[in-house]
Every structure is written in structure tokens, then in C-alpha cells.
């Protein structure tokens, strides 16, 4: 039973989110007795009426004591609440069937959070802004974003349950070297240079392309004038892509959550997707590898000889590993015949370009939120192209930015009781900001920009009568939310799906037709690929006995390396299928969530026996040659502190590798982690050895530029 709500300091409803078996809790709270005819209340009215004293107390006591409660559980432990005020909106996620700890609901409100950001950027900055984008006057146009909202929760606490990529946050990629080599070189030369190149892309500027099949990355392109793409914004572009076009390998284990469901009447986002007749990777990477980036070394690959001219009328696959086909078992084949049997069908219908937003890099500085157009191009069902592009509007978000940057360190100087007058007029801050400000009006124009700015100079500048600083405040609200009213209005407003300008249809369908020409022969077994990614077969059963499963971590690149784990009686890894692979799949999933919780208290090691495994976790820094550096005491954060991760808006380990690198400042340093499970019959210094062994194993592999 679970419900996520946002709402307004008053109560209306914003957004929400609930399980049928919170919805039935409501209808049997507010159903009219037998003798009454009246008509259930609106499920949103519903919500506001049953959380609406505790989000007036919430808001009460923070007023009046400047601090309220953020997690509680009611009467003999039904439910638990777990409440967060981002701005001046409350995100409040309930859980009343004992299956989500606090942090895992506290972590699903920042992913939401994150969502709204990657939607609607800046403009999340003023509360009467993203009001109206989350809660349009139409009715219909609110339904069809409050339903996009509810799938994609719905669509990533799915893939959190279901995908390893998701519940340890990082980017999973398909490993086939010469396979990577061949679509990279197609990403450039038939997807980035094609749309560049082209006369009619409508302003727009192809900067990344990259092809998924299901949730793992199998290439990925950046133009060269592009700058890099978080790990965390690259993982939200795969949720997208998710939501978008399911893949089977995220659906068919659906029984196995009764609780999640996905919107059944969303009319602007096709779940169940149609099939059309149409049929129809990628590139050289850009710069070095940061530590908060998603960066990819500078190389040139020669690409093998196209598969096309070497495959038989039969369909028969060119395998590049050596030149012969990798063993295959019977599950391999299963999964290969049943992967044709979906193939038949087609290519799914492509949906729109969306407008998105991304950090990045404008005229070399950084900048949060630049506006982006996603365009998803589907190839075959599991397999999707994805393309974006940047307007030539972008360094208008980077003026924009860096004014609203200012204006909020300003507030918050104001509000820590900094006096007005002459001590703020000297502030080297005002200056700077002043000339800001009076360039940016004089070039943008407009006759409420000016007023507003006219008036925060009259009480902020003059000698005579200087506003006080509850009037700075206000006036500084002001210059803030029309700030935002203009990126609002340069941005969403102009969006492609509201009328905008985007690459015309036939650019989209050109490039789409080429990668699924280039790809066409390797389709079958990329699809079997992504079951089978990382094998346990051939080397790690051998070299590691007692080594059941093992994630590895680079969290400097945010990419991850896994043997598959499916529990679904469709496919089957090393572990089998049904309730064996259940079994371990459950154990994984709660080491993974036990060790972001010592990791939050500052642990950086964990080792325990549970039944017949042995459970380890370790986080670890070393150099670029791949030595270990000296272990530190990490910060220990508190239980309503941001979450372990990269997706709730923050990056855990990016800061805590800007932590660490203060101590080093002469290197290059990388941060690693690796879980791993081990039957109990292995002595645990043996059980040391091996993971030391198998980190060094992973990481050598791991130099190998594979994007």
C-alpha cells in the first residue's frame, strides 16, 4: 500500500501517485454511506482531504519553530510517513505494507524530484511556476501530466526492482568491443555528421547519440564541440527510453510485483506501444574521463568489415570474437528464438522529441539544466537510438543561470541577517550582479523586466531611502520569479512537443534507417547479448570458486559490470531460472541496500555470513595506474540526509571523490566499489583474496575504451 504525493503549503495537490491498495483504503474511507447518494470524491480531492492537517501542522511548525517532522510511522506501525520540503512544495511518500524502509522512500522522492528538474529545469526554481506546469488550469492537459509522472515512477521503481544498473545506480554496458567499434563509427558518421550536416536541422545541433539495448548501453557518441554528460543524466535518459518503449526483459516479471502498476488510461504516453512495418551505432569518444562526468577517451577505431556482406541468406550471424560463434547452451537458444518471434513484429511507432534538460558546459563554464531535445528512435523492440540535440538559444540558459545564481546567494545573505544599506551596496557580489543584471535587461528588453529590475535597484541602491531587508527580499523574489518566467517562456513554451522548432521528420527517419541497416545482421544477438552480458561460465567459476555473484563499480565513470541475473521463468543465466535465481537475486538486492546504509554511517567494508553465503562490500580509491591509495574515514551523514547515490539530484560519490582528492591533489583519483556473494564454505581470508583478485581483473578490463 503506497501513496507519493506533492502538494502546496495549502494543501492542493500537485502531483500524486498511488498502488490500488492505498486506492481501496480511500474508497472504503470515503465511500457514502448506504442511505447517502452521493458521488465519491475526486481521487485528488481524496488526498487533499485525508493529508491535509498534516501537511497545515508540517507547514505549521516550521513556521513557527523553524523545524517539523520529516519521517514518522502511525499507530502501531500501519504505515510510514516520510515527508521532504523541496522550496515551498511537500513531497510526502507513504508505505503501509512494510516492504520500503525510510530510505527508500525518502530516495524515491528525490528521483521525482530529479524528474521534475529534468522536465522542466529552472523554472522548478519558482514555486508559482512549476504550480502551473504541474497543475495546468486544463483538465485534460493536467491528466496527461500527472499520468506521465505516474509512469515513470511506476517505470523506475520497476527497473529498481528488476534491473542491477538501477538498484546500484549506474550505467550497465554491453560488452562486445568490436561491436561497439563498428556502431561508433556508424553514430558518427551516419547520425551526429549527417544531422550536422544537413541543411534543414532547424537550428539544432546534434551533440550526443548513443544505442540501449534494453537498459545497457551498447555505444555512445559525443560530437566534439559537445561537453561531457553526467552518469546520473545519461541513467535518467535510460529511464526515459524505458518508459517509452518497455522492454520484455522489464515487463515480463510483472506478476512478481502486484503492487506496482503502470497508468492503464495515459493518453500522451504509449504503454502498450503499436507496431508498424517500418524497418528501417556509434562513435568516437570525446574527452578524458572526469570525475563527475560521463566522459569518454579520445580514440579512433578502424571498423570491421560490415557483417551485412558476410552473412548468409539464411540470417546466420558473423560473430567478431575471434571469428567464431561463443558457446551456446539451451537457454541461449531458447531466449534467441523467442527474441525472432518478437522481432517479426516490426519497429515500434516512434514517439515525439521531448524537451529535456541537462547539465553541461556553455562557452566552457558550467552550467545546470541547458535545455536539450531527446529524440528516441526505436530500431527493434529492445533495441532504441537515442539523439540530442542543443538550440543555439543555449548560452541564453547559461545568462540566465548565473543570474539566478546570484540573486539566490543574495536571498540567502539577506535572510542570515545581513543588513541593507551600505554594506550591501559595497558587497563585491552587488557589483557584479548589478552589471549583470542592467546588460542583460538593456539586450533582452521588455517592459516588465525592466519595472521589476528598476524597482530592486530603487530600494537596493539609493542613498537616500534604501529598502529595508524584508523589502530586499521581496523585490529579490520578484527579479528571481520573472527571471524564470522568461526561461519559462524561451524554453517550455517553445518545446517541440508544444509547437517548436526540431529536426524535420525525414532527418529522423534517414538516420534511424541507416543504423538499422548497419545493425540489421546483429539485431538477434544483441538481444540474447543483453540476457547473457557478463557470463560466469568460462573464467569466474574457474578462477574464483565459491564466487556465486559479484557487481563491480567504477563510480569515477558511473558504469557497472554484472553478470545477468533474471529470475524470470522466460530466461535463465548461470543461476538457472524460477526460485533458485529468485533466491540469490534477493540477496543481492538486500546486500545492495544494507551497504549503502553503512556506507551512509561511514563504513566503507562489510562483511557478514547470512545462511549458506558469505556477503562482502567494499569501497576502495586507487590511481590512474591502478594502485590503492590510502583509506580515509568517510563522512557519516544522517538518517534524513540525501540519499546513497547519483540519481536524487546529488551525487554521493562525485562529492565524496572531491573529498577524498583534497588529500591527493597530485593525482588522479578513482573511486571503485564491489559486491559480491560467496558460498559460506569458502574461509573468509580466501574470500579477501578473491575479491582483491577479481577487482584487479575487472578493472584491466575495464581500461579497454569499449565507448
Given at each position: ?47 487533499s482531504t485525508l493529508l491535509a492537517p498534516l501537511i497545515i501542522s508540517s507547514m505549521t511548525m516550521l513556521e513557527k519553530l523553524s523545524d517539523t517532522y520529516t519521517c514518522f510511522t502511525t499507530e502501531n506501525g500501519k504505515c510510514l510517513y516520510v515527508l521532504h520540503l523541496f522550496g515551498e512544495c511537500l513531497f510526502i511518500a507513504i508505505c503501509g505494507d512494510h516492504t520500503e524502509g525510510e530510505g527508500d522512500l525518502r530516495q524515491q522522492l528525490r528521483v521525482l524530484k530529479y524528474l521534475f528538474e529534468v522536465h522542466f529545469g529552472l523554472v522548478t526554481v519558482d514555486s508559482q511556476l512549476i504550480r502551473k506546469e504541474l497543475r495546468p488550469p486544463d483538465l485534460e492537459q493536467r491528466v496527461q501530466v500527472w499520468e506521465h509522472f505516474q509512469s515513470l515512477l511506476w517505470t523506475y521503481n520497476h527497473l529498481r526492482e528488476q534491473e542491477q544498473c538501477f538498484a546500484v545506480e549506474a550505467v550497465e554496458r554491453l560488452i562486445h568491443p568490436q561491436l561497439c567499434e563498428l556502431c561508433i563509427e556508424a553514430l558518427e558518421r551516419h547520425v551526429i555528421q549527417a544531422v550536422n550536416s544537413s541543411r534543414t536541422q ?506
Amino acid at each position: 500500500m503506497k501513496c507519493i504525493l506533492v502538494a502546496t503549503e495549502g494543501a492542493e495537490v500537485l502531483f500524486y501517485w498511488t498502488d490500488e491498495e492505498f486506492e481501496e483504503s480511500l474508497r472504503m474511507k470515503f465511500s457514502p454511506s448506504e442511505n447517502e447518494e452521493e458521488e465519491l470524491p475526486a481521487l485528488e480531492d481524496q488526498l487533499s482531504t485525508l493529508l491535509a492537517p498534516l501537511i497545515i501542522s508540517s507547514m505549521t511548525m516550521l513556521e513557527k519553530l523553524s523545524d517539523t517532522y520529516t519521517c514518522f510511522t502511525t499507530e502501531n506501525g500501519k504505515c510510514l510517513y516520510v515527508l521532504h520540503l523541496f522550496g515551498e512544495c511537500l513531497f510526502i511518500a507513504i508505505c503501509g505494507d512494510h516492504t520500503e524502509g525510510e530510505g527508500d522512500l525518502r530516495q524515491q522522492l528525490r528521483v521525482l524530484k530529479y524528474l521534475f528538474e529534468v522536465h522542466f529545469g529552472l523554472v522548478t526554481v519558482d514555486s508559482q511556476l512549476i504550480r502551473k506546469e504541474l497543475r495546468p488550469p486544463d483538465l485534460e492537459q493536467r491528466v496527461q501530466v500527472w499520468e506521465h509522472f505516474q509512469s515513470l515512477l511506476w517505470t523506475y521503481n520497476h527497473l529498481r526492482e528488476q534491473e542491477q544498473c538501477f538498484a546500484v545506480e549506474a550505467v550497465e554496458r554491453l560488452i562486445h568491443p568490436q561491436l561497439c567499434e563498428l556502431c561508433i563509427e556508424a553514430l558518427e558518421r551516419h547520425v551526429i555528421q549527417a544531422v550536422n550536416s544537413s541543411r534543414t536541422q532547424a537550428g539544432e545541433e546534434a551533440v550526443h547519440a548513443f544505442l540501449l539495448v534494453h537498459s545497457k548501453l551498447l555505444a555512445f557518441y559525443s560530437s566534439h564541440s559537445a561537453s561531457s554528460l553526467r552518469p546520473a543524466d545519461l541513467l535518467a535518459l535510460i529511464l526515459l527510453v524505458q518508459d517509452l518503449y518497455p522492454s520484455e526483459s522489464t515487463t515480463e516479471d510483472d506478476s512478481t510485483q502486484p503492487s506496482l502498476r503502470r497508468p492503464w488510461n495515459s493518453q500522451n504516453i504509449p504503454l502498450q506501444q503499436t507496431w508498424s512495418p517500418r524497418s528501417s551505432g556509434p562513435a568516437r569518444s570525446s574527452a578524458g574521463t572526469e570525475a563527475d562526468s560521463f566522459s569518454l577517451p579520445e580514440e579512433y577505431f578502424t571498423p570491421a568489415p560490415s557483417p551485412g556482406e558476410q552473412s548468409s541468406g539464411s540470417g546466420s550471424t558473423v560473430w567478431l570474437d575471434g571469428g567464431t560463434p561463443p558457446p551456446t547452451d539451451a537457454s541461449q537458444v531458447q531466449m534467441a528464438e523467442d527474441t525472432l518471434q518478437t522481432l517479426m513484429c516490426g519497429s515500434p511507432a516512434v514517439a515525439g522529441p521531448r524537451r529535456i534538460f541537462l547539465d553541461a558546459s556553455v562557452k566552457e563554464t558550467y552550467c545546470p539544466m541547458v535545455p536539450h531535445t531527446m529524440y528516441c528512435l526505436p530500431l527493434w523492440p529492445g533495441i532504441n537510438m537515442v539523439l540530442l540535440t542543443k538550440s543555439l538559444s543555449a548560452p541564453l540558459a547559461l545568462v540566465l543561470y548565473q543570474l539566478l545564481d546570484g540573486f539566490s546567494l543574495l536571498e540567502k545573505k539577506l535572510k542570515e541577517g545581513q543588513e541593507a544599506g551600505s554594506s550591501l551596496r559595497s558587497h563585491p557580489l552587488m557589483s557584479d550582479l548589478r552589471q549583470r543584471m542592467d546588460k542583460f535587461v538593456k539586450n533582452r528588453g521588455g517592459q516588465e523586466i525592466q519595472s521589476i529590475w528598476l524597482e530592486f535597484k530603487t530600494k537596493a541602491f539609493s542613498r537616500s531611502a534604501p529598502g529595508s531587508s524584508w523589502e530586499l527580499l521581496q523585490a529579490c523574489g520578484k527579479v528571481k520569479r520573472q527571471l524564470c518566467a522568461i526561461y519559462r517562456l524561451s524554453f517550455l513554451t517553445t518545446a517541440p512537443g508544444r509547437g517548436g522548432p526540431q529536426l524535420p521528420q525525414h532527418l529522423q527517419d534517414q538516420v534511424q534507417t541507416l543504423m538499422q541497416e548497419k545493425l540489421m545482421d546483429w539485431k538477434d544477438f544483441l538481444l540474447v547479448k543483453s540476457r547473457r552480458n557478463v557470463t560466469m561460465t568460462f573464467t569466474y567459476l574457474e578462477d574464483f570458486p565459491g564466487l556465486v555473484h559479484f557487481i563491480y563499480i567504477d563510480r569515477t565513470t558511473g558504469q557497472m559490470v554484472a553478470p545477468s541475473l533474471s529470475s524470470s521463468e522466460r530466461t535463465s543465466s548461470e543461476l538457472g531460472k524460477g526460485p533458485l535465481a529468485a533466491f540469490v537475486k534477493t540477496k543481492v538486492w538486500s546486500l545492495i541496500r544494507l551497504a549503502r546504509r553503512y556506507l551512509q554511517k561511514g563504513y566503507t567494508t562489510l562483511l557478514f555470513q547470512e545462511g549458506d553465503f558469505y556477503c562482502s562490500y567494499f569501497l576502495w580509491f586507487q590511481n590512474e595506474m591502478g594502485y590503492k591509495l590510502q583509506i580515509i574515514e568517510v563522512p557519516v551523514r544522517s538518517d534524513d540526509s540525501v540519499p546513497v547515490g547519483m540519481l536524487g539530484g546529488e551525487d554521493y560519490y562525485r562529492k565524496l571523490l572531491r573529498y577524498y582528492s583534497k588529500g591527493h591533489p597530485a593525482e588522479s583519483v578513482k573511486c571503485h566499489e564491489l559486491l559480491a556473494l560467496h558460498l559460506s564454505v569458502i574461509p573468509t581470508d580466501m574470500l579477501v583474496q578473491q575479491a582483491g583478485e577479481l577487482a584487479r581483473r575487472l578493472w584491466e578490463a575495464s581500461r579497454v575504451p569499449l565507448l
